[in-house]
C-alpha cells in the first residue's frame, strides 16, 4: 500500500456530495494521499474498487438507506489489497466491532478532528489498523475489565499481539505464523477491538504491562 515514494491511494464512499468534497479537499492537503475516485453509493463504490484498486476505502457506514456494514467483506474481496476504513456518524461500539469483524481496518467517526481521518488512512495503509478513541474507550470500559481484557484473547491473538509489541510489521507475522497477511489483519483487528486500543503504542505498552514481552513483569 501507498509506501515512501508514492502517495495512499484513496477512493471516498459517501452518499453527501458536500462530504466528498470535503474529504478531498482535506486529502488535497496532504501530499502522501492521493483520491483516486469517489461513490455515492454501494454499487458505485464496487466499481470504483474494482476500477482503481485503492489502497484505502473511505466508506461511508449508511449509504442510501441502507448499511454497508454487509458489504465490507465483499469489497475486501473485490480488491484484497485495499484496506477498508469505515467513516460514520455512529458513536456506539457495537458498530465499530461489527466492522472490525467484517474485514474493516479502520473506524472513525464524522465527529473527529480532521487529523484522526489522515491518521487513519496512513495507519490502515502502513498495514496497521485505527479505532477512533472516542469509541475505543467505550468498547472497554473500567480498570478492571481493561486487565482482564488479556484473558479474552485467543492464543493466536495473544501471540500476534506479543510479535506487534516486538516491532513486526504484519507482512513479517504473517510469515512468521505461515498464515494470510488477512489473517493477520483478522486476528489484529479482534485484538483491536477487545482491548479498545487505537495505536500500535497503546498495543506495544499493553503487552509490556501485561508481561507479553520482555521480563518487565
Same mark, same amino acid.
Given at each position: 500500500?501507498?509506501?515512501?515514494?508514492?502517495?495512499? $491511494?484513496?477512493?471516498?464512499?459517501?452518499?453527501?456530495?458536500?462530504?466528498?468534497?470535503?474529504?478531498?479537499?482535506?486529502?488535497?492537503?496532504?501530499?502522501?494521499?492521493?483520491?483516486?475516485? +469517489?461513490?455515492? *453509493?454501494?454499487? +458505485?463504490?464496487?466499481? =470504483?474498487?474494482?476500477?482503481?484498486?485503492?489502497?484505502?476505502?473511505?466508506?461511508?457506514?449508511?449509504?442510501?438507506?441502507?448499511?454497508?456494514? &454487509? *458489504?465490507?467483506?465483499?469489497? $475486501?474481496?473485490? =480488491?484484497?489489497?485495499?484496506?477498508?476504513?469505515?467513516?460514520?456518524?455512529?458513536?456506539?461500539?457495537?458498530?465499530?466491532? +461489527?466492522?472490525?469483524?467484517?474485514?474493516?481496518?479502520?473506524?472513525? &467517526? /464524522? %465527529?473527529?478532528? *480532521? +487529523?484522526?481521518?489522515?491518521?487513519? @488512512?496512513?495507519?490502515?495503509?502502513?498495514?496497521?489498523?485505527?479505532?477512533?478513541?472516542?469509541?475505543?474507550?467505550?468498547?472497554?470500559?473500567?480498570?478492571?475489565?481493561?486487565?482482564?481484557?488479556?484473558?479474552? #484473547? &485467543?492464543? $493466536?491473538?495473544?501471540?500476534?499481539?506479543? #510479535?506487534?509489541?516486538?516491532?513486526?510489521?504484519?507482512?513479517?507475522?504473517?510469515? =512468521?505464523?505461515?498464515?494470510?497477511?488477512?489473517?493477520?489483519? &483478522?486476528?489484529?483487528? !479482534?485484538? %483491536? %477491538? /477487545?482491548?479498545? #486500543?487505537? /495505536?500500535?503504542?497503546?498495543? @506495544?505498552?499493553?503487552?509490556?504491562? !501485561?508481561? #507479553?514481552?520482555?521480563?518487565?513483569?
Amino acid at each position: 500500500m501507498g509506501g515512501n515514494s508514492e502517495p495512499t $491511494r484513496v477512493v471516498i464512499a459517501d452518499d453527501h456530495a458536500v462530504v466528498r468534497r470535503g474529504l478531498r479537499a482535506l486529502f488535497d492537503g496532504h501530499s502522501d494521499v492521493r483520491v483516486v475516485g +469517489e461513490a455515492c *453509493d454501494v454499487t +458505485e463504490t464496487f466499481g =470504483s474498487v474494482r476500477e482503481h484498486r485503492p489502497d484505502v476505502l473511505l466508506l461511508d457506514l449508511h449509504m442510501g438507506g441502507r448499511s454497508s456494514l &454487509t *458489504d465490507i467483506t465483499g469489497l $475486501r474481496e473485490a =480488491s484484497d489489497t485495499t484496506a477498508v476504513v469505515v467513516l460514520t456518524m455512529q458513536t456506539d461500539p457495537m458498530f465499530a466491532r +461489527e466492522a472490525l469483524l467484517a474485514g474493516a481496518a479502520g473506524f472513525v &467517526t /464524522k %465527529q473527529a478532528p *480532521d +487529523e484522526a481521518v489522515i491518521e487513519a @488512512v496512513r495507519a490502515v495503509a502502513g498495514g496497521g489498523t485505527y479505532l477512533d478513541p472516542a469509541v475505543g474507550v467505550g468498547a472497554v470500559t473500567g480498570s478492571g475489565a481493561a486487565a482482564a481484557a488479556v484473558h479474552e #484473547l &485467543t492464543s $493466536r491473538e495473544t501471540e500476534v499481539l506479543r #510479535l506487534i509489541a516486538l516491532g513486526h510489521t504484519n507482512p513479517e507475522i504473517a510469515e =512468521s505464523l505461515h498464515v494470510g497477511l488477512r489473517t493477520v489483519e &483478522t486476528h489484529r483487528a !479482534h485484538i %483491536q %477491538q /477487545k482491548l479498545g #486500543l487505537a /495505536k500500535r503504542a497503546d498495543l @506495544v505498552r499493553y503487552a509490556l504491562d !501485561h508481561g #507479553l514481552v520482555g521480563n518487565e513483569r
